[in-house]
């Protein structure tokens, strides 16, 4: 061999090598920016295609299910449909290599009874090199390519180079898997929080079988549909907010967030920020900028609890945002625009606040669009014996123990006036199941919580309907069911009891039983 043609060789493999490497740099280049594996892999095989001479590639990996090779990707001759294009486990050049687990290089393809040539792309008469893709020590898939026709003896450093690419798609590949485990555990966990959160605040979750309760239950279903303003009102304690969670819930919105806020909690310069949001210096401590809830709620639905306590001064920014649909950060000139459905809360009485001018005339009506009107417990009694079983349910889900409750615990219940509402029958009940060591929460129980039993006249005669002979009635609620059919007069009440007037004034006082004159 001539000094001329052996510096001419060493030219060529010192070109080769700065070929590949360049090539190398460039496909880390791609596979660093996508995770996009179809589109990335495509990417890939135009770089060997132009880099290093590889005019025909093909990509694949293989199906976690059934373990037959998917081709995802293919860089050659025309428009190639590969979508429906398979190996099953074994099959051709490209099931050698994942079942061998070795590289095949080929000088012609025609020679290779195991050639299916199911792209068609490649020239039957060149050569072929396939290596396999790994993970870890998991073959995932095959990088296979057709060299240009030229010096075969460079073929097993072609196919060495063509493992290194295929190294670093394996990386590529664990990567993309891994995210898209992450994904899928994150929308599975998506899924089931929204089957949670539907159970919970869809319309199982409110209690009430009285006519008031079953009007707030159509009104409600019938301005889920809608992007119509609410205005919940009702006395504290009645379930303002599980009515508001119930319409989001069950609206179209209810992929996106429901996002709440008390105005009452906040001071009006910490509300602004905290519903409007700021940019970074907007104020001392502003250290970066922040999105405020309307923004935090846009697609979805944002609940403004205790509407009636903000200021005038207040109630003038909210009202742009909810005219204009759009605001500005606090601090900030750029106007934002927001989709948010509003449901607003308060236990006030607005007419009278707009009369006496400390509620802004034009923000009631355009907060008054849809009313729900929540009546207070004491004006659905009928509903207690519900509502009090599905809160000891969830008392005992709580405390990790089954808990159940006595008629004669309930029959106090039954006559407690609950200022609190709702949320007053819940805290005694919890009171009552902590102090029940056996689970079982009794008339003594519930009467250790502090509540009174009062039972007035004036209250309509509630117990029309008990039977005196009721076995399971003990002395007091015999006596006082008596007493109540009889309009509180005593000397009725005895007759009922056959007992003497002394007898019954006895049992009045030693029952310890609050008479109060009619």
Not at 509 to 515: D, E, F, S, W, Y
């Amino acid at each position: 061999m001539s000094l001329y043609s052996h510096d001419t060789g060493l030219r060529r493999k010192h070109d080769q090598l700065a070929a590949e490497l360049d090539t190398l740099f460039q496909v880390s280049q791609i596979l660093s920016r996508s995770l996009d594996l179809k589109q990335t892999l495509a990417g890939v095989l135009q770089v060997l295609h132009e880099g290093v001479g590889l005019e025909r590639g093909m990509v694949t990996l293989t199906k976690e299910a059934s373990g037959e090779q998917q081709v995802v990707a293919v860089h050659g001759i025309g428009t190639q449909r590969i979508d429906d294009v398979r190996y099953q486990p074994g099959e051709g050049i490209i099931g050698a290599v994942l079942e061998e687990g070795d590289s095949v290089v080929l000088k012609r393809i025609d020679q290779e009874p195991r050639f299916r040539g199911k792209l068609g792309i490649y020239d039957p008469e060149g050569p072929f090199v396939g290596v396999p893709i790994r993970v870890g020590h998991t073959i995932a898939g095959a990088l296979a390519a057709q060299p240009a026709q030229g010096d075969l003896g460079a073929l097993p450093e072609l196919a060495r180079f063509l493992e290194m690419v295929a190294n670093l798609i394996g990386q590529t590949v664990r990567l993309s898997w891994q995210v898209e485990q992450e994904k899928q555990a994150l929308q599975d966990e998506r899924d089931q929080l929204r089957r949670t959160v539907r159970g919970q605040y869809g319309f199982d979750g409110i209690v009430g079988h009285t006519t008031s309760m079953r009007r707030v239950f159509e009104q409600v279903r019938q301005v889920a549909k809608w992007n119509t303003t609410v205005l919940i009102r009702g006395e504290t304690g009645t379930g303002k907010e599980l009515i508001a969670n119930a319409i989001h819930y069950n609206s179209p919105r209810a992929k996106n967030n429901f996002i709440k806020l008390n105005c009452a909690s906040l001071p009006e310069n910490l509300l602004e920020s905290e519903l409007f949001g700021h940019e970074k210096g907007a104020f001392t401590g502003a250290m970066a900028q922040r999105k405020g809830r309307f923004e935090q709620a846009d697609g979805g639905t944002l609940f403004l609890d205790e509407i009636g306590e903000v200021s005038s001064a207040f109630q003038a920014k909210l009202l742009r945002v909810l005219q204009e649909g759009e605001l500005e950060r606090v601090g900030g000139t750029r106007t934002i625009k927001i989709d948010v459905r509003v449901i607003a809360a308060t236990h006030r009485d607005l007419e009278a606040d707009v009369e006496t001018g400390k509620f802004r005339e034009d923000l009631y009506y355009r907060l008054n669009v849809m009313t729900i009107q929540l009546p207070p417990l004491r004006e659905r009694m009928e509903d207690i014996p519900s509502i009090a079983r599905h809160l000891i349910e969830k008392i005992g889900r709580a405390q990790g123990r089954p808990l159940e409750m006595t008629d004669s615990a309930l029959r106090v219940l039954m006559h407690h006036d609950w200022p609190g509402n709702v949320r007053e029958l819940e805290n005694c009940l919890e009171r009552a199941a902590v102090m029940s060591e056996d689970g079982t929460i009794d008339r003594d129980a519930v009467l250790l919580t502090g509540i009174e039993e009062s039972v007035t006249a004036s209250k309509g005669p509630r117990r029309q309907g008990v039977d005196l002979d009721d076995p399971n009635l003990d002395e007091r609620e015999r006596v006082i069911a008596a007493l109540e059919q009889a309009g509180w007069v005593q000397a009725k009440a005895a007759r009922l009891l056959g007992m003497t007037p002394r007898q019954i004034a006895y049992r009045i006082q030693t029952l310890n039983i609050k008479v109060r004159q009619i």
